[in-house]
């Protein structure tokens, strides 16, 4: 339980950065999109109970505050959350740039199931390819740039909760 | 091998079953958890609000007492005016009172003025919403209009206990009744796709045919007061294409919005006064 509160604080911390980033940044018409870095570091280490009570916290904290039905992003963050563990054994997750490679693979499937969503707000979609790609092209970068550090900050803050997820063995083999 | 294929399959019939239990979780638990949800993430955007206003308010004293003066003096000049501006309004006000009594018409609805500081911008490629530093301890209204100095910026879309969510006019989920400036036929307009890098667009429909617009000599559009939640006569963009649509009954354009509203700092909610 410890955990899932220490670990929803650091949520809220990204989740408070990113809003006050892209209200800086909307004079530009750019907005960045964080969900992979939400669900990466619970889908790679904590059970699945743990992680999906984080993506659904996380997808909440999306969800307020826009004219989606409530509960969008937690569904989807979930989602991301039981892929990533389906395929987590396979994966060196203690390796960072594995561990980066799979946010920024996560992200990109939320976006577009976000998107896929969305879409049905717009009366013509079509014309909206370029800022939609921009947004994505953006949101990667900067997800490329701050994931180690929002990483390590968490498993910081994990360790000094004296909650750290448990380390666990590498790659499991098959014949 | 039927097991490990249940064992492969086990997580996806969790989430299976976390889809299911979400649809059936009923509604007044989901809108509790979302105003919870809410009213949590509410003290950060207005803490960080506070903090910039903080830095304007440090980078403003930065100037000097020249700067001050004449700022003063300009100050007092546009104080002068809009004095003269108030008592022209109050005569034609006053006129407006007597020629509906005098003709037995229904009086206009009212509306109380509120400014409000944006607490935080939140505009992406699917929706343009602001949060107000105003909710419900203000007695702000779901629906009610909100503008600026250049014209028309939303709709409020949710009330909280003391922020707002507003829809702005560049956010496709957002529809008002408008007319071309000077003219009292009704179109519809709608926020539109909008562009990285570029200033908020709009779409008008149902264009009369003989109104025509380019970028040379663009369209003002004005809201028609139509519908009950807009005042008449409130600026929203300029007409900058028009082309026939394909039942060809009408018109369909496109409207450029005020590039200000992508760095909104204040705006003024409407609030409709009540009868009583």
Redesign the interface.
């Known amino acids: 339980m410890r955990r899932t509160i220490v670990f929803f604080f650091t949520q809220f911390l990204l989740w408070g950065l990113v809003s006050q980033v892209n209200h800086e940044l909307t004079p530009w018409g750019i907005a960045l999109f964080m969900g992979g870095l939400f669900v990466g570091f619970s889908a790679l280490h904590f059970e699945r109970r743990e992680a999906l009570i984080g993506a659904f916290a996380a997808g909440f904290l999306h969800d307020v505050g826009t004219p989606l039905p409530f509960g969008t992003h937690a569904v989807v963050f979930a989602t991301a959350v039981i892929f990533i563990q389906h395929v987590r054994h396979r994966l060196n997750r203690h390796e960072g740039l594995i561990t980066v490679m799979v946010i920024l693979i996560a992200n990109l499937g939320l976006f577009l199931a976000v998107s896929a969503v969305a879409v049905r707000l717009l009366p013509d979609a079509g014309g909206l390819t370029s800022r939609v790609f921009s947004d994505l092209i953006a949101s990667q970068l900067t997800l490329a740039l701050v994931a180690p550090w929002f990483l390590a900050l968490q498993a910081k803050a994990l360790e000094i909760a004296g909650v750290a997820a448990p380390a666990e063995p590498g790659p499991r083999s098959y014949p | 091998m039927p097991h490990r294929s249940f064992h492969?399959s086990r997580?996806?019939l969790?989430?299976g079953l976390?889809?299911a239990g979400?649809l059936l979780?009923p509604t007044l638990v989901?809108?509790v958890?979302?105003i919870s949800?809410?009213e949590?993430?509410a003290p950060?955007?207005v803490a960080?609000s506070h903090v910039r206003d903080l830095q304007d308010f440090w980078s403003l004293r930065t100037r000097t007492r020249h700067d001050l003066i004449a700022a003063g003096r300009d100050l007092a000049r546009l104080n002068a005016s809009y004095e003269v501006t108030l008592q022209q309004t109050e005569t034609l006000r006053r006129e407006v009172a007597r020629l509906e009594a005098l003709l037995r018409i229904p009086t206009l609805p009212g509306y109380r003025s509120e400014p409000a500081r944006v607490a935080?911008?939140?505009?992406?490629?699917?929706?343009q919403?602001l949060?107000i530093r105003k909710g419900r301890n203000y007695g702000i209204t779901v629906g009610s209009p909100v503008i600026f100095s250049g014209g028309v910026v939303g709709k409020v879309?949710?009330v909280h206990a003391y922020t707002a969510?507003v829809?702005l006019i560049s956010?496709?989920?957002l529809r008002i009744a408008a007319t071309l400036e000077g003219d009292s036929r009704p179109l519809s307009f709608?926020g539109?796709?909008?562009?990285?890098?570029?200033?908020?667009r709009g779409?008008v429909d149902y264009v009369p045919t003989d109104a025509s617009a380019s970028e040379v000599m663009p369209r003002r559009i004005v809201t028609s007061g139509l519908g009950g939640v807009f005042p008449a006569g409130l600026f929203i963009g300029e007409i900058t294409r028009l082309e026939t649509s394909t039942d060809g009954l009408f018109k369909t354009g496109e409207v450029r919005l005020d590039s200000r509203l992508?760095?909104l700092t204040e705006v003024t909610v409407l609030v409709p006064e009540r009868a009583d």
């Open positions: 492969a997580p996806f969790i989430l976390l889809l979400w979780v989901k809108r958890l979302g949800f809410f949590l993430q950060v955007s960080a935080r911008r939140d505009f992406n490629a699917w929706w919403r949060t879309a949710e969510v829809d956010s496709p989920t709608q539109g796709n909008n562009p990285a890098f570029g200033p908020a779409i992508a760095e």
